[in-house]
């Protein structure tokens, strides 16, 4: 059972190696590098100890005491204690404008953490944060990571190299953008409560190589080459299960995968009855049953199936041609002569760049431009490379009209990282939508569960009504398995968790 080297092969590069990036590639590597004060159980939900035995919440709800494990230590041999949990978090918090380093969304209302002793850290908030705890299981927000990387500028934190943590594996090397290889450490004997096994990891590396080609990654699998290809297409779901393989499909807990109008661009989606309308014209049971598979479920909420305290949309996500035709109507757009629908001498065109990140997306936006121009709307589909994707959207031309994406965190306050205007403010409104702003933060003060089932039920029902996003299907990662690997798994957000893993040549 022990022993063995696992290959890994990716569709995406690896780009950035920073804690907080969520780069689909480079976080099924980092989960494996990093530890956090708590493991969440993926299907459950529960908070589980992890580098931390036990916590107390104040009364007041505005402090996080953590009481640590000994004789836990970094790669480096340098002790897992109170005070690098401190730097770890005061990091996160306030960021660093000297190194570079943002404050991190996901801290929210933080005032900064105590070394109350060696092994017990105090972690303090001035507003309450219900949240808080599940950051702390958090691959983006809660992983600890030594001295010697927390002094790294921003660039140096990029590095992979870098990193020096306490998780069952470290870097052995790096080739570029296309590949890194991890090796096991032997010492390593904190893993999270409810793992399969203790002490070191079975597999003695891990070597994650970037392949763009989906045939290639399947094909590998069937020589033996790949034990693990990630995102698998729904067209090959079926060959992996005939050659031998095994599909095995994980529930990305967070925002379902949507489409978010950007409200600062000029393009007509600034218009709510065209928002509604596009709403109404998304058919999303056509989108599952054509171009996805069984292992992407048709969505039923803002949030994906599985995350806490998920709300039902209701029919709120009902196909309505008739509906969007109305809609559109009363905003004053009229069918021309092609069938597309004209305002003030202009077409109704939106233009939407497709998200490399996504195996499916291609496919999804190309049904999607169908069903659209149904209702009379042109869907224009602009393909790019993944840098110049990032580029683009950073540049923010007036005509990015919608972008596709996913936050993904196994808890709703994932809401508020993502509306609020003073967070990452995914609508981009240059006039921050107040009862949004507000909705999204007072479930986040909320502790009593049907409450706050309540608080988050009225954010999913403002989206909705505005508008403000259009829910394509839940995220799934879909991984591709060799027979000889047994015990895969991932944390909450399905990213690979390779502790227990093992190969059976």
Same mark, same amino acid.
């Given at each position: 059972m022990?022993?063995?080297?696992?290959?890994?092969?990716?569709?995406v590069?690896?780009?950035?190696?920073?804690p907080?990036?969520s780069?689909w590639?480079?976080s099924?590597?980092?989960n494996?590098l990093?530890?956090?004060?708590? @493991?969440?159980d993926?299907?459950?939900?529960?908070?589980?100890p992890?580098?931390?035995? /036990?916590?107390?919440?104040s009364q007041?709800?505005? /402090?996080?005491?953590f009481?640590?494990?000994?004789?836990?230590?970094?790669s480096n041999?340098d002790?897992?204690?109170a005070?690098?949990?401190?730097a770890?978090?005061?990091?996160?918090?306030?960021?660093d404008?000297a190194?570079?380093?943002p404050?991190?969304?996901?801290?929210?209302?933080?005032?900064?953490?105590?070394v %109350?002793g060696?092994?017990?850290v105090?972690?303090?908030?001035?507003k309450?944060?219900?949240g808080?705890?599940q %950051?702390?299981?958090f691959?983006?927000a809660?992983?600890?990571?030594a001295?010697?990387f927390?002094?790294? =500028?921003?660039?140096?934190?990029?590095?992979?190299q870098?990193?020096i943590?306490?998780?069952?594996?470290?870097v052995e090397?790096?080739?570029?953008?296309?590949g890194i290889?991890l090796?096991?450490r032997?010492?390593?004997n904190?893993?999270?409560?409810?793992?399969g096994?203790?002490?070191?990891?079975?597999?003695e590396r %891990?070597?994650?190589?970037?392949?763009?080609e989906?045939?290639?990654r399947?094909g590998a699998l069937?020589?033996?080459?790949?034990?693990?290809?990630?995102?698998?297409?729904?067209y090959?779901?079926?060959? %992996?299960?005939?050659?031998?393989?095994?599909?095995?499909?994980f529930?990305?807990?967070?925002?379902?995968n949507?489409?978010s109008p950007?409200?600062d661009?000029?393009a007509?989606i600034?218009?709510?009855?065209?928002r509604?309308?596009?709403?109404?014209?998304t058919?999303?049971?056509?989108i599952?049953?054509?171009?996805?598979?069984p /292992?992407y479920? $048709?969505?039923g909420s803002?949030?994906?199936?599985?995350t806490p305290?998920?709300?039902?949309?209701?029919?709120?996500?009902?196909y =309505?041609l008739?509906?969007?035709?109305?809609l559109?109507?009363?905003?004053g @757009?009229?069918k021309?002569?092609d069938? $597309?629908?004209e305002?003030?001498?202009k077409?109704?065109r939106?233009?939407?760049? $497709?998200a490399?990140?996504?195996?499916?997306?291609?496919?999804?936006?190309?049904?999607?431009?169908s069903q @659209?121009k149904?209702?009379?709307?042109?869907?224009? $589909?602009?393909?790019?490379?993944?840098t110049?994707?990032?580029a683009?959207?950073t540049?923010?031309?007036d005509?990015?009209?919608?972008?596709?994406g996913?936050l /993904?965190r196994?808890?709703?306050?994932v809401?508020?990282s993502?509306?609020?205007s003073t967070?990452t403010?995914?609508?981009?409104?240059?006039?921050?939508?107040?009862?949004?702003?507000?909705l999204?933060r007072?479930?986040a003060?909320e502790? =009593?569960?049907?409450?706050?089932?309540l608080a988050?039920?009225?954010?999913?029902?403002?989206l909705l009504?505005?508008?403000y996003?259009?829910?394509?299907?839940d995220?799934?990662?879909v991984f591709?398995l060799?027979?000889?690997?047994?015990?895969f798994?991932t944390e909450?957000?399905?990213r690979?968790?390779?502790y227990?893993?093992?190969i059976?040549?």
């Open positions: 022990y022993g063995g080297t696992l290959n890994f092969y990716d569709p590069q690896y780009t950035a190696w920073l907080t990036a780069i590639s480079n099924q590597v980092t494996n990093a530890d956090r004060l708590t @493991w969440q993926p299907e459950s939900g529960e908070v589980k992890w580098l931390a035995k /036990s916590w107390e919440i007041d709800k505005l /402090s996080y005491t009481t640590l494990r000994e004789g836990v230590t970094f041999g002790p897992v204690d005070a690098i949990v401190k770890n978090y005061d990091q996160h918090g306030f960021g404008k190194l570079g380093i404050a991190d969304s996901f801290f929210a209302n933080y005032t900064g953490s105590e %109350v060696p092994l017990t105090k972690v303090n908030f001035s309450p944060n219900v808080f705890l %950051v702390t299981s691959y983006r809660g992983s600890i990571l001295k010697p927390l002094e790294k =500028d921003l660039n140096g934190q990029g590095q992979a870098n990193w943590a306490s998780g069952p594996f470290v090397s790096v080739n570029g953008t296309t290889t090796k096991r032997e010492d390593y904190w893993a999270p409560t409810g793992s096994h203790e002490g070191r990891a079975y597999l %891990v070597v994650f190589k970037t392949v763009p989906a045939g290639t399947v069937q020589s033996g080459e790949a034990h693990i290809s990630r995102n698998i297409a729904p090959d779901e079926e060959t %992996v299960g005939a050659q031998g393989g095994r599909i095995e499909a529930p990305v807990q967070g925002q379902t949507k489409l950007q409200l661009s000029t007509p600034t218009d709510k009855n065209v509604l309308a596009l709403q109404a014209a058919n999303r049971e056509e599952n049953q054509t171009v996805l598979s /292992s479920p $048709i969505p803002i949030l994906v199936q599985g305290q998920r709300p039902d949309a209701g029919d709120a996500l009902k =309505d008739d509906k969007a035709n109305s559109l109507e009363q905003a @757009w009229k021309g002569s069938g $597309i629908r305002k003030d001498g077409r109704l939106i233009e939407i760049w $497709i490399p990140y996504y195996q499916v997306a291609q496919p999804v936006l190309e049904l999607l431009q @659209w149904k209702a009379g709307v042109e869907l224009n $589909i602009n393909a790019t490379s993944l110049e994707y990032e683009t959207q540049a923010r031309a005509s990015w009209a919608l972008v596709q996913q /993904s196994a808890e709703p306050d809401l508020r993502a509306y609020d967070a403010n995914e609508l981009h409104n240059p006039t921050p939508d107040a009862k949004l702003d507000e999204v007072a479930q003060f502790f =009593d569960p049907a409450k706050r089932a988050v039920q009225a954010i999913q029902d403002h009504a505005e508008g996003m259009i829910p394509l299907y995220e799934t990662q591709g060799a027979p000889s690997v047994h015990g798994g909450s957000t399905a690979t968790w390779l227990d893993t093992w059976a040549e």
